[in-house]
């Protein structure tokens, strides 16, 4: 081979190696995120709303050493997203103990939904602060957070400036709950289909909501898969030949899926409807079925097994879930409690990830391998060309 031609491609090689921002392309310096999304990324709404019943011991006790707002023994993905991009853990914005909103707020809530659903907490579990109310919440946060920073001194620095936020991150996880919903009420998934392309419309009409006051960067995660919790798996009637490779529900997933490919047109849709945004889809869903089906490479135990719950097959019961107590003789005894090693788990209580897998995951979908367009998380800001 010429010489010449054999530098080429030496140099082309070496360049794909690099950071896009050696390339000519500068970081993102997102100075605020603003999340959106139901458990999976809530850091403390519900705790805030009901109190430490709602998220009770031993969920927080790997990072927090406490309760912490979190369905989880630690951090989930949104709390690495904030600290992979230099920023503090977002404080959700329901609640009002010693909150500092200086680098943006999270409007996630346990049991949240995109459409808003027909029944009290109480009743089904699912929260009444849908997606349109956390934008509600988030329009209200726009405008009082002005008004309060021009009062001076400290209330100057607990709230974004007003450039913030057009500059930040919007992030979004949610979608999950719909699902599960239709199946709480004895919904076949061909019915849960049915009605995707409805949530999913809500869901596009609150991306057009916060581009029209400003926002411009946009991280949005699918669904993940669905039928890969015990929740579902020790729920829901499931023949032998309804399980795939990986011992999942297959067809729960394939709504899951069902839900992801309508989510992905809209993305794309809303790409030619606001061209001023750079709107990055990640594949949630490969990333935590990659991690499912590596489990026993990457070190963890059986994927499926609850680390905090309480008998059954997995380790998981639907009225009895982790933090469960009971009173024997007088006292309180905690039913539900956590396995001896949660860093060795995937799942944490039957519905959520432990930190150690949500780690795991954070660490596949920065570096935009899980994405489309396959950009990096500190790189989110720039528009596809």
């Known amino acids: 081979m010429d010489p010449i031609c054999k530098l080429l491609i030496l140099v082309t090689l070496l360049l794909q190696l690099q950071p896009i921002s050696i390339l000519g392309i500068p970081e993102c310096k997102f100075p605020a995120v603003f999340n959106f999304g139901d458990s999976n990324s809530d850091t403390g709404a519900l705790s805030a709303m009901f109190g430490e019943p709602a998220i009770p011991p031993p969920n927080g006790e790997t990072f927090f050493g406490s309760p912490a707002g979190r369905r989880s023994d630690g951090r989930l993905l949104i709390d690495f997203i ?32 995109i459409r808003r659903q027909n029944t009290t907490i109480f009743q089904s579990g699912y929260s009444p602060i849908s997606l349109d109310i956390q934008y509600a919440e988030f329009s209200s946060f726009l405008k009082r957070s002005q008004l309060i920073r021009q009062r001076g001194d400290i209330f100057k620095t607990l709230f974004p400036d007003i450039n913030d936020f057009s500059r930040g991150l919007y992030t979004f996880d949610i979608g999950q709950n ?9 919904m076949s998934p061909e019915q849960v289909k049915a009605y995707v392309p ?12 916060v581009y029209g006051v400003g926002g411009r960067a946009f991280w949005i995660h699918n669904t993940g898969p669905v039928g890969c919790l015990p929740y579902i798996m020790d729920t829901q009637v499931i023949t032998t030949a309804q399980v795939d490779k990986l011992g999942c529900a297959a067809q729960f997933n394939d709504v899951s899926q069902y839900f992801n490919l309508k989510l992905k047109e809209a993305v794309i849709q809303l790409r030619k409807e606001l061209p001023l945004a750079s709107i990055t889809y990640v594949d949630i869903y490969s990333a935590k079925y990659s991690l499912i089906a590596q489990s026993k490479k990457l070190g963890f135990v059986d994927p499926f097994m609850v680390c905090c719950g309480h008998g059954e097959k997995h380790n998981f019961n639907n009225a009895q879930m982790c933090g469960f107590t009971e009173m024997v003789n007088g006292k309180k005894i905690l039913i539900a409690n956590s396995c001896k090693d949660p860093s060795s788990s995937i799942i944490w209580d039957g519905i959520h990830f432990t930190e150690a897998a949500n780690k795991w995951i954070y660490e596949q979908i920065a570096t935009g391998a899980f994405s489309d367009p396959q950009v990096p998380l500190n790189m989110a800001c720039h528009r596809e060309k």
């Open 198 to 209: 409805d949530v999913i419309s809500e869901f596009t009409a609150t991306i057009k909501n």
């Open 82 to 113: 904030a600290k992979g991009l230099g920023l503090p853990y977002l404080s959700a914005f329901l609640d009002s103990m010693g909150t500092n909103f200086s680098h943006g707020a999270n409007y996630a809530t346990i049991g949240s939904t």
């Open 178 to 186: 719909d699902l599960t919903a239709g199946y709480q009420l004895n």
